[in-house]
């Protein structure tokens, strides 16, 4: 079996094409396939996303007749030489930020033929023929400190390279002409360079694979021995994978979200030195308007003046829109970063201060006027 193939993002989006080649030879019978694809990843959160893709091409299936023992066997002569079909296939994956990972696809949404009636008039949608589930944990390690030798001495120093050390996968491949089959993996990444791996196939048996990897360059050995449940069904297989990258390195962006509670012009200057001296009217920090209720998405609340004045010029430093606001209900002091009257508003900025920075306590203050 031979094949080429490609993938790339598209730039400042979260949508990727791709395509592929391929020529396989199976006894008497060769295919030859097409496909382009295209994927689009959904962030779901901070740190999930859900990706979806989809593939569609062309297929075509010749038989070698000379090879053959009987040129006139009925399945022969009835095989239209050089067909070509429709060929096409979905997947979806759902990545979660704890390492586990779940994906289904459906590898043939066109049922292949080998007949006269093959062609692109005649095709029928079967997907759900043959259907492949996953379920994998591979989570990868931040970086470490190692001891490296630099001018004849050892020092300590902290790795930039993030690995899973271990990833683990299990597959299912459901198939209704009674082929399914389960596939349990598991793969050492011993560094970031160098990984080994084995698989177990039902009712197959064992396989292994090594591989090397740069910053520009994949190699990778499979082995899968003579071990077929049907004898003469295989000899045994060596597949060999050069995987090279071409350009910079180019990741899913998520959409950056509008935040209400950054400043995005100089702040104007409030003076609020007098209430460090004396609070004997604590409702004058407040500036309402005629509005009978309000929402303040609060980041953090004390019972002393100078502390939330403190916190409150440590948010601003950071480019947040601060003020405090007392609440005579609770007598406290309430640092917040949006004021509104639209309750929307607030859950929408309380969800993406804690999503997209480090302001994981936001929190809604919901305030009757009287």
């Known amino acids: 079996m031979t094949s080429v193939s490609f993938t790339s993002l598209m730039n400042e989006s979260r949508a990727g094409f791709g395509g592929r080649v391929s020529s396989y030879k199976r006894g008497l019978l060769n295919t030859t396939d097409f496909l382009a694809t295209y994927a689009y990843g959904i962030p779901l959160g901070q740190k999930n996303w859900m990706f979806l893709g989809l593939s569609g091409g062309a297929i075509s299936n010749s038989i070698d007749i000379t090879r053959a023992s009987n040129p006139d066997d009925p399945a022969l002569v009835n095989f239209q030489n050089n067909n070509m079909q429709p060929s096409a296939n979905f997947g979806a994956l759902y990545r979660g930020g704890s390492g586990l990972n779940i994906g289904l696809s459906l590898p043939q949404l066109f049922p292949a033929k080998f007949n006269n009636e093959a062609s692109f008039s005649n095709t029928t949608v079967s997907p759900t023929d043959n259907v492949f589930f996953t379920i994998y944990y591979r989570r990868k390690v931040e970086s470490k400190i190692v001891s490296?030798?630099?001018g004849g001495m050892k020092r300590k120093v902290k790795t930039s390279e993030t690995i899973a050390p271990l990833e683990l996968y299990m597959n299912y491949k459901y198939s209704k002409y009674k082929t399914s089959q389960f596939e349990f993996l598991g793969k050492l990444n011993l560094s970031q360079h160098f990984w080994l791996g084995g698989s177990y196939k039902l009712p197959y048996g064992f396989t292994g694979n090594t591989g090397i990897q740069t910053n520009r360059f994949v190699l990778s050995y499979s082995y899968e021995p003579n071990n077929q449940p049907e004898d003469g069904f295989s000899q045994g297989s060596h597949e060999v994978l050069l995987g090279l990258r071409f350009g910079s390195v180019k990741k899913?962006?998520?959409a950056t979200p509008v935040l209400r509670s950054v400043i995005t012009k100089a702040p104007v200057e409030k003076h609020t030195a007098r209430f460090?001296?004396?609070?004997?009217?604590?409702?004058?920090?407040?500036?309402?308007d005629n509005s009978k209720k309000k929402f303040y998405v609060v980041i953090n609340t004390y019972a002393d003046f100078n502390q939330a004045d403190k916190y409150k010029r440590k948010l601003l430093e950071e480019k947040f829109n601060a003020e405090i606001f007392y609440n005579p209900a609770d007598r406290k002091y309430h640092v917040h970063v949006l004021e509104t009257t639209k309750v929307q508003e607030a859950h929408e900025e309380i969800k993406n201060l804690k999503n997209y920075t480090k302001?994981?306590?936001?929190?809604?203050?919901?305030?009757?006027?009287k």
């Open 276 to 288: 460090q001296e004396s609070v004997e009217d604590p409702d004058k920090i407040n500036q309402t």
């Open 252 to 254: 899913f962006k998520r």
């Open 359 to 369: 302001l994981k306590g936001a929190r809604l203050l919901e305030v009757r006027e």
């Open 148 to 150: 490296k030798k630099k």
